[in-house]
């Protein structure tokens, strides 16, 4: 009767432990989705604080365009009004993304914009901006993975399911620009 | 990434106790062999002499954790620089660190020097920095830099880093002992007209090839990193070319006659500790190129013909593609495990670049000449700034940069003979 008694004990510790096991590196994986998530962020703030700055620089030069800088503006701050929910963020950042190239590729008709040194730092900050986005949103995806991974494999599922783990979504890469850009002279 | 980092720390942790094993002996028969005949005065010189070792072992390891970055950089005559001097650079490495995801951002250094190299440090936020040459800076375009860039960050990401500083010192010390054991074989025999017995005589032997497997050991494992970092590159950056053409550029590097004489000298080449770090170890290029045994068996580094090669042939930009390359490219050899690799997470939106976007080298190299000048006084200037150099703007439009050695109270310009106070 004692050592039957015994190997429960043992058997419920053993099982709690494998619990508490799968509970913290789900709790791990969790917060490396969140943390990637605030990389994603500092960068599309960084976006939202340069892009008043670019505007500033290129109006007395582009005076033609201003179709083109008031859909910089109002793809900013649709971008900005976003809180919450992921995938209308991805799309709203992705429309942004997609109105400034358009700016940039027009200010190749500039050529005194090119040869100013305010713009050319300007372009390089947004460029490589451009460039943390899209690495922090590839470091932001993979955590999602492996958090999703875990949360769905057996037996870590029935923990998650448990303690009510949430879902996160995969930041999307814009539809159009997954196809190659098409040059035509 | 991370299962690499594992094996990494397994690695170093199986050579740090083989090592202090080996230098334990080393005290022990060190010991034993300054020691007297007496049995009681032998046995207390044995454990002496082991225990010195350890301690000896014990201060180098706290030593390399709290500064060796510092004593690396310093013999590398490296220089702090920030985001606002270096811009382009700074926003590279920041890149690199989100690409790859290390939860903070080195310090970065500039080196002034024409030949094209770089190399990393330390492995936590307080300690980790990469330095470039501003050579580098001046051959190479924004996308063979973050190549580099982030090869450099793979070695701090992967603690290759930690790895080398450790087995590069305690090589160093190994040398150090063995030497000290044979010079004291030989006193000891001389003046005790004995000779020591068996164990000395094991010890003797040990001291004559103990050395030369630690380096084949330190440079095969030195080697492997090599291509795991050119790996961890691909994916961080998810553009093999640029990596592929930095090697190349850096690899074809000829210098000028006027900087043929100042290379001879060279920190990064000719310090032996540095150079293991470097990117490309210009030292030992030309023998590896020529594929002798012996060569290939001390070097530190892999061919860059072969790092190309597998870099060129890639299709996709991810570890997995690497390996594959590799195993075809360096035959028979497997850098990742095979049943590890299908652990690996691939990201689903890694986009395979066509091979027809890549430009070929050669053009690539002709394209860059015509920036070559500028870039380089930029990266001058920023390595000036960064050493308290003094900035005299004249009227004529000259700009005159004095090196803070410089005591005196006016300068003249060369130009328009102007005459300039110091502030």
């Given at each position: 009767m004692e050592t039957v008694f015994l190997a429960v004990i043992v058997a419920l510790i053993v099982f709690v432990i494998i619990v508490i096991n799968i509970f913290n590196s789900l709790v791990t994986l969790k917060n490396a989705v969140k943390n990637a998530w605030a990389q994603i962020d500092t960068q599309l703030k960084r976006r939202y604080d340069l892009i008043p700055n670019l505007i500033e620089c290129v109006k007395g030069y582009m005076e033609h365009e201003k179709n083109t800088f008031e859909l910089v503006v109002k793809a900013r701050s649709e971008a900005m009004a976003v809180k919450d929910d992921i995938k209308a963020r991805s799309e709203a950042e992705n429309a942004l993304s997609g109105t400034l190239k358009n700016l940039f590729a027009l200010s190749e008709n500039y050529p005194e914009l090119k040869a100013n040194q305010n713009f050319l730092s300007l372009q390089e900050e947004l460029a490589s901006t451009e460039n943390k986005i899209s690495f922090a949103r590839t470091a932001y995806n993979d955590a999602v993975m492996m958090y999703s991974n875990k949360k769905e494999q057996f037996p870590s599922n029935i923990v998650a399911l448990l303690f009510n783990f949430k879902d996160y979504g995969y930041f999307e890469i814009n539809e159009n620009e997954k196809e190659a850009i098409k040059v035509s002279f | 990434m991370w299962f690499i980092i594992e094996s990494n720390k397994r690695k170093t942790a199986i050579f740090i106790f083989i090592i202090t094993i080996f230098l334990l002996f080393f005290g022990a028969a060190l010991g034993f062999s300054f020691s007297t005949d007496l049995y009681e005065k032998t046995y207390y010189g044995t454990a002496i002499g082991a225990a010195i070792s350890v301690v000896c072992l014990i201060g180098i390891l706290i030593y390399i954790n709290t500064n060796s970055s510092k004593?690396?950089?310093?013999q590398a005559d490296a220089v702090r620089v920030d985001?606002?001097?270096?811009?382009?650079?700074?926003n590279i490495v920041e890149e690199m660190s989100i690409s790859s995801a290390l939860g903070f951002i080195p310090k970065i250094y500039l080196i002034d020097s024409p030949v094209p190299n770089a190399f990393a440090v330390g492995v936590n936020e307080k300690n980790a920095a990469v330095a470039v040459t501003t050579g580098l800076l001046s051959i190479l375009n924004r996308d063979e830099l973050q190549g580099v860039i982030a090869h450099e960050i793979s070695h701090i990401k992967n603690k290759d880093t930690l790895y080398l500083m450790y087995a590069g010192i305690i090589l160093g010390v190994v040398v150090a002992v063995s030497d000290a054991i044979i010079r004291g074989f030989?006193?000891?025999?001389?003046?005790?007209?004995?000779?020591?017995?068996?164990a000395l005589l094991i010890a003797l032997i040990l001291a004559l090839i103990s050395p030369l497997i630690v380096r084949i050991l330190y440079f095969t494992i030195s080697r492997k990193r090599e291509f795991l970092a050119d790996a961890c590159a691909c994916q961080f950056t998810r553009y093999p070319t640029g990596l592929a053409s930095a090697l190349y550029k850096i690899s074809h590097y000829e210098p000028s006659l006027e900087s043929n004489a100042f290379i001879k000298g060279e920190k990064l080449s000719s310090n032996k500790l540095l150079s293991v770090m470097c990117i490309h170890n210009f030292l030992q290029a030309d023998k590896i190129r020529k594929r002798e045994f012996f060569s290939k068996l001390f070097a530190t580094h892999p061919s860059v013909d072969d790092r190309i090669k597998i870099l060129k042939s890639m299709g996709a930009a991810d570890?997995?593609?690497?390996?594959?390359?590799?195993?075809?490219?360096?035959?028979?050899?497997?850098?990742?495990?095979?049943?590890k690799l299908k652990k690996m997470n691939v990201d689903p939106l890694a986009i395979a670049i066509p091979a027809a976007m890549a430009m070929s080298v050669e053009e690539e190299q002709n394209n860059v000449l015509k920036t070559r000048k500028t870039s380089q006084r930029e990266a001058k200037d920023a390595y000036k700034k960064a050493k308290n150099y003094k900035i005299i703007k004249c009227d004529c439009e000259t700009v005159i940069k004095l090196p803070p050695e410089y005591k005196r109270s006016t300068v003249i310009c060369p130009h328009c003979r102007q005459v300039h106070e110091i502030k």
């Open positions: - | 004593f690396f950089l310093n985001q606002y001097s270096m811009p382009v650079l700074y030989f006193r000891s025999s001389r003046s005790s007209k004995k000779g020591g017995g068996p570890v997995e593609e690497y390996a594959k390359q590799f195993s075809i490219v360096v035959a028979n050899k497997n850098i990742i495990p095979k049943d």
